[in-house]
């Protein structure tokens, strides 16, 4: 019918300008201003599992959970699912008008190949999102949902994505208490007092498949959840950062970061976790983090190979990335990988490094 | 030896330095013409492929509601949460400063081409370049996503809409179709009035694994607007073709020409050569190698000159595929490969082709031959006579084989022996003219004059044919176009009769719509339809009310009489032209209408731009039949169209994409379509020029070849003033007779590319209408490039100086 066509005629989808330039200042635009969003205070006093779902009034906020797996034959993988929340207005909204936008990231690692897959979703629309009760954080399929019967909604927890050359389903149940870094999780990000509300579920224990070309592969092993959000958490003359979340073969974990500022200088901050959830901030200047080896990775070089020194704990660990091409090539890109620990500590981990 | 003979040749050329250059710039411009089509062609393919990679193979279907309503906002996020890769369109119109634009709302992060997951070909796929992007359009980006949002718009819509009031901010984008608003999905509802609402969902159905759709959301259909699309942009497609084709033929002979003539020009030269004891061998070398030096040098210009053409006519290509089918074509032209060959082997074919008639008369020449260049020699009757006897065996060829083979090939085949055939005929049929003319003639000087015309055709034969071609192509192409046009507006005028076309958003809204416009208009008609499949293929049955509005304006292609009337009383159907001709129906058959009685076919109406094959029957006949037929549906007759609209925008809560003003879908649709043509005619022109320059080229060369035939008649008396006339009369004289040539093979092209070419390709025939003004306009250029072409040569005649006429005799050989 001819008023069909003419109608198809006037709705041609044209191209549109991609999103990333929307997120290209900065690093993912985490250092420009804050107007009207909220700021992040100290003693905070978080209420579950209501904190475990969004902040709308903050600018950006995540959802990440890394994992360190082996398969049966005990070769290794790691596995990244992460929701970002990026807020446009510090409001929610009603259907396409609100203006919080969603972004799903997940990676699967193997010693030889790194996949990866990126979702975007509007907020408002049932596309993504996180509800309680059951608390799930979803974008498209992907979703991680609570499956706890008592205690912390994020005290086990179904995962799942999928790429066009991957999925992995797993299962996850926590073996210790939510951790608040910071000062009980007001997380200073620089000497000029950008800071973020910041704790973490390192406790987990995984089981499940991952699915590659190869087929089902089933796994087991260890993951880590973190949950921050701020409206600023970089200053101006910050670049990027290296993170590092560490499992030791002892029961001790350590989460330490350095923000890289423009002068060469670095900031640094860094948990130490006991296996029964006591945590001991490390203030700036404590922890060391030297790079020893940099690779070729999407034609810049990354270091992929590090020296981390904790002189309070008798730390002196070397990690090495279990595949130097954990390159997370998304919209705004980030390396982003498992690795292994050597050393005064031995032990498996993740790497994260941005703004190369 | 071959590399003095070939010096020698070749130094001819540096005591007739214009000559070269007009040989050299005819062979540019023939390679320049072809080489424009062919880059303009390979490019809109490529962005074609690039386009449908993106919408289809990828690839995005639209989706829209199976009873015409609107999408709730859950179907969408049910889809995304399967798995499905997605994206929400709204669509509406939306009236400002009492001009209706069309909205369209997107959502910047799942549609096609955002680089999200219905990514296809044009934003890079999933994951991006990573890079994080630059900075140049953060801000507007960011701006579209962010509410009151940014509107996109052609020039020329952003500039009708400066100073509106209660718009988001206008931004130009040539990346829009001119009359579209682009903006996005939040911003759209807004503006439309639809939040909470989908017009439609682009869905990649080819996914795996997934929940099926059907299941999944049972009311979505898969909506064939892309299909009817992509019919329009074959057909843009095809003419494109057309043209490359025709600029071959025109292109060739131009080449042919010119390096015969090169030939002519130096017969004198290899006369004495052979004489002076130059082996055959090394003078046919040397031919062909000063051949291919032309061929090449000139065709690098002419594909120089080819890009820059195509560069020029991009813009307006590209707003033709943007405004077809949403194509992205870059505002730069791509150097491809495939061109740049085929403009070099156009160039090195037509002057080996014409090389080895050279080589073929070089080695027939005896040694001590005339070396008077041949610019007189009198064609054979019997050389005519097998031009003729090829041309007329040419034309049979290609009327003969559509009735054999099927397929577009078919209908080229046709085209090519039409051309050629009539190109062959040409010069038999001036010569016969000619001839005629002679025997009714009396008086010395006009029987010369003729008998010289005469004479001069074999020389002039090959520029003619050109000329010839450019006009036929000229008269084709635009009849072609005219009549699709005409046609096309004519239908819609008779289609869309009605003044307002409504839909509603659901049934009870529809009854409560009706008693209201029942009240209101003039009269409220259903448009009712079903989709079934019709002898076996996917189809369309719509119901049609009893009214003078259908009585009076649907077009039929053939009828029974009473056809409305057994419509009415529901015994007799009417079937489109699609249908008809591809289950080859006949009037008066009866067609078995799925699921009811078999009813006589009592008319075929023509149904432009539509695929699938579609019945028409009465409308008690359709509810009866199917009483869950979606009711939604109304073309409303009215006096006051616009006050109308607002009365029912005020009294109902309809999406503004439910109504919609005959007048702005008319405007729309036409809009494109002259863009679509824009660029016809501008190769039209190009062909005639260069067509012109051919005959130019020819005359200029003949020029000084023809003194020893000019200075008799000079000795008799006439002046050379007289003789600069009747130059110019000839010129003139011949281009009316090859216009006279052109005119049937024109019309006769055209009819090939309507009623063959058209119906191979897309199933309907378009009727041929005839453009007498602009045959009038086409015969005065046509004088006009003969007057030109034989302005400067003539010029140059009247003022040549007495003793070189004398000089003729005195170096009588």
Known sequence: ?356 | MTWRVFLTLASHWRRHAGQFATLLAGLALAVGLWTSVQAINAEARASYDTASAALGGAGAQRYQAADGATIPLATYAALRRAGWAASPVVEGELAVDARTYAVTGIDSLTAPGSGGDLGGGLGGGLGGDGSGGDNGDGALALAFLTAPGVILAAPETASALQGAAGLPRVETSAQVAPGVLLTDIAAAQRLLGMEGRLSAILIDPARQGLVPLSQLVPGLVQAGGSGDVARLTNSFHLNLTAFGFLSFAVGLFIVYAAIGLAFEQRRASLRTLRALGAPLRSVILALVAEALLLALTAGLAGVALGYGVASALLPDVAATLRGLYGAELGGALSVRPGWIVSGLAIAVIGALGATAQSVRRAAAMGLLASAQPRAWARASTRRLGLQAGAGAALIAVGLITPNFADGIVAGFILLGGLLLGAALLLAPALSLILAGLQRSVSGAAADWFLADTRQQLPSLALALMALMLALAANLGVGTMVGSFRATFTGWLDQRLAAEVYVTAGDEAQAAQLRVFLEAEADAVLPIWDTERDLLGAPGNIFGVADHATYRDNWPLLTALPGAWDALAAGEGVMVNEQLWRRERLRLGELFPVPGGPDLQIVAVYSDYGNPKGQIMVGLDLLTGLYPDVSRLRYAVRTQQPDALMAAILARFELPRAGLVDQQSIKQFSLSVFERTFAVTGALNVLTLGVAAFAMFASLTTLATMRLPQLAPVWALGMTRRTLAQLELARAAALAALTFAAALPTGLALAWALLAVVNVEAFGWRLPVHVFPLDWLRLFGLALLAGLLAAALPARRLALRPPHAFLAVFAQER
Request: with cysteine; charged share 20%.
């Open chain 1, 1 to 356: 019918m001819m008023i069909r066509m003419v109608i198809a005629l006037a709705s041609l989808l044209c191209s549109t300008p991609a999103l990333a330039p929307a997120f290209a200042q900065g690093f993912a635009g985490l250092g420009t201003q804050a107007d009207g969003f909220a700021v992040p205070e100290r003693e905070p006093d978080f209420q579950f599992p209501q904190d475990h779902l969004a902040h709308p009034e903050y600018r950006i906020e995540w959802w990440y959970l890394t994992a360190n797996l082996s398969g049966e034959d005990g070769r290794e993988y790691g596995v990244q699912w992460t929701l970002f929340r990026t807020a446009l207005a510090p409001q929610d909204g009603e259907g396409f008008a609100s203006p919080q936008l969603w972004m799903g990231h997940a990676g699967l690692t193997t010693p030889e190949r790194h996949f990866y897959a990126e979702r975007l979703a509007r907020g408002g629309v049932g596309q993504a999102g996180v509800e309680g009760d059951p608390f799930t954080a979803y974008i498209d399929e992907w979703e991680m949902r609570s499956t706890a019967s008592a205690g912390d909604a994020l005290d086990a927890l179904s995962l799942y994505a999928r790429g066009d050359a991957f999925s992995y389903r797993l299962d996850l149940e926590a073996q210790g208490p939510l951790v608040f870094h910071g000062e009980d999780g007001f997380s200073v990000k620089s000497a000029a007092g950008q800071a973020s509300y910041y704790y973490s579920q390192p406790f987990y224990q995984v089981e499940g498949v991952l699915e590659l070309a190869g087929g089902p592969v089933a796994v087991t092993g260890n993951a880590w959840l973190d949950r921050e959000w701020s409206s600023q958490p970089l200053s101006e003359d910050q670049r990027g950062w290296d993170w590092v979340s560490l499992g030791f073969d002892d029961g001790d974990k350590l989460m330490a970061f350095q923000l890289r500022q423009e002068d060469g200088s670095v900031y640094t901050s860094a948990s130490w976790i006991e296996p029964d959830g006591t945590l001991t901030a490390v203030p700036d200047g404590a922890l060391e983090m030297t790079p020893l080896q940099t690779a070729e990775v999407a034609g810049r070089d990354i270091p992929t190979r590090w020296r981390i020194v904790l002189a309070d704990r008798d730390l002196d660990v070397e990690i090495a990335a279990l595949n130097d091409q954990s390159w997370m090539a998304t919209r705004f890109s980030y390396w982003e990988g498992p690795v292994a620990i050597t050393g005064s500590h031995a032990g498996r981990g993740y790497l994260e490094m941005t703004g190369y």
